[in-house]
């Protein structure tokens, strides 16, 4: 799968825009400020249906417009298509495939997939677990409609069941309600818990391997789950429903005086070391932004087995970071392997990436370079 071309309007700061990409590697240098993150940021919204840095996705629209709109031309294994997503300045989304046929936005990643690579990722390593579950969640949902309802019907229950539990002795028939969340939290999120083991089983390996081969070094990154209901490794679903059961049985009290759902996926990590060694405290800049990278990688690997087709890999400002030896490995690691865009500030990047399309982006313009 190729994404051939994108067109934004009324996006960021960019009034209007067509550019071609490369089906290998495209480059987009400038100075800070000038709108290449914008561009990765509307390629990932026509895969993801959503922004990878705005807490509201209005903030894509450019001041002054009604509305933000994104189109991608695809070239597909069987056939070619269009993806398009418009968001209006009140944040409504409008999704749609070959510009008659509209989907929910979520489902844009049914059609083409993409995997981003921006600085705040560093709180893949650095960050809280909620980093890490959303890093898992979006990396799930691409490959996985089931995972992406059953999530969006677990949530739902926690929220409700929140509610429940902060106002427990002076609501009717509470403890009937509570198990009857307490079912609903054991179906949806034992099935969250198995798929996400079954995850970062496969991608635990890959990472390893990007990382070995990137830093060029006997260390070892090691990926493993951390759920919050004790399950063993490759986990059947009855048996985690039996433990989640369990444990919720068990902390029934504790949530109850605390006002709060204490046990379930919502409550997972992933951990993420360096040789026996936690990253996040002891890993150096470059160790954790590899440790990041290498994740990334084989997310896009992942989605490569299961699909088939290479997602579009976006990479943010990401050689500058590294020290050379490692951006040349990076960049040989992907050369070939999936279609690129890659952000930075040098246009002398190019020169190592044999048929690399290059542009230059000053001030909302984009031409070649």
Request: aromatic fraction near 6%; charge should be neutral.
């Amino acid at each position: 799968m190729v994404l051939k071309r994108i067109s934004l309007r009324g996006f960021r700061n960019y009034r209007a825009l067509d550019v071609d990409l490369s089906e290998g590697v495209t480059l987009f240098s400038g100075s800070n400020a000038q709108g290449k993150t914008n561009l990765l940021e509307g390629i990932y919204a026509l895969s993801a249906g959503r922004s990878f840095r705005a807490a509201k996705d209005s903030e894509m629209v450019l001041w002054g417009e009604e509305a933000a709109w994104a189109k991608g031309w695809v070239s597909g294994e069987y056939s070619d298509f269009t993806v398009s997503l418009s968001v209006s300045s009140a944040g409504r989304k409008t999704a749609r495939l070959n510009d008659v046929e509209k989907i929910r936005p979520s489902e844009l990643s049914d059609r083409l997939n993409a995997v981003a690579f921006i600085p705040d990722d560093l709180d893949l390593v650095k960050g809280s677990p909620a980093a890490r579950r959303k890093f898992l969640d979006l990396q799930i949902s691409q490959l996985s409609p089931v995972y992406r309802q059953t999530l969006t019907v677990y949530l739902r229950t926690v929220l409700q069941k929140n509610a429940l539990l902060k106002n427990y002795h002076e609501m009717p028939d509470s403890p009937r309600l509570l198990d009857i969340f307490n079912e609903g939290l054991v179906k949806e999120g034992s099935l969250l818990v198995k798929m996400r083991s079954d995850a970062v089983e496969a991608l635990a390996p890959l990472a390893a391997g990007n990382y070995g081969y990137i830093a060029d070094s006997s260390e070892e990154l090691e990926v493993t789950y951390v759920p919050s209901v004790e399950v063993g490794q490759r986990p059947d679903l009855e048996s985690v429903k039996e433990s989640f059961a369990k444990k919720l049985a068990t902390h029934r009290a504790a949530e109850i005086a605390r006002g709060a759902c204490l046990v379930g996926p919502q409550r997972d990590d992933l951990g993420l070391s360096i040789s026996g060694r936690a990253a996040s405290s002891f890993g150096s800049q470059g160790q954790q932004r590899t440790a990041v990278i290498s994740l990334k990688l084989a997310e896009a690997e992942a989605i490569t087995a299961a699909r088939g087709e290479s997602p579009v890999v976006l990479l943010d400002d990401v050689l500058s970071e590294l020290d050379e030896s490692r951006r040349q490995r990076l960049i040989r690691r992907f050369l070939g392997r999936c279609q690129t865009v890659i952000t930075a500030t040098d246009a002398e990047y190019a020169f190592s990436m044999p048929g690399c399309l290059s542009y230059r982006v000053a001030a909302g313009e984009v031409a070649p370079s």
